[in-house]
């Protein structure tokens, strides 16, 4: 099992910044592949990033390509998503998600390809 927890939303203006984290426990992160996605309310979970559990392949959502970076830093069983020229339509709940892997290259942007999930945190942005 592992449990995943977000910390880092908030409220910020638009084109601001906040960077997420999501810490792991449990086992080790480096064994999975990572992901954050998103979910306003009324619509459908969005993809938003992930990386690979090397750390060497990542993948973006084309809502948030240029804006958003993803990280893990396996030493400290934690992965961040810095979001950058934040505009109000970022508003959502950002869940980070683990997902096991046999391919450490792999890049996986489905939200049923993943295993864990965190209880999410709000991320608002005005205008």
């Known amino acids: 099992q592992v449990q995943l927890v977000e910390s880092g939303g908030g409220l910020v203006q638009a084109g601001g910044s906040l960077r997420l984290s999501c810490a792991a426990s449990g086992r080790l992160l480096s064994r999975y592949g990572m992901g954050w996605f998103r979910q306003a309310p009324g619509t459908e979970r969005e993809f938003v990033a992930a990386?690979?559990?090397?750390?060497?392949?990542?993948a973006y959502g084309d809502s948030v390509k240029g804006r958003f970076t993803i990280s893990r830093d396996n030493a400290q069983n934690t992965v961040y998503l810095q979001m950058n020229s934040l505009k109000p339509e970022d508003t959502a709940v950002y869940y980070c998600?683990?997902?096991?892997?046999?391919?450490?290259?792999?890049?996986?942007?489905?939200?049923?390809?993943?295993?864990?999930w965190g209880q999410g945190t709000q991320v608002t942005v005005s205008s």
């Open positions: 998600a683990a997902g096991n892997v046999y391919y450490s290259h792999y890049v996986a942007r489905a939200g049923n390809e993943y295993n864990y």
């Open positions: 990386v690979s559990s090397s750390g060497g392949d990542t």
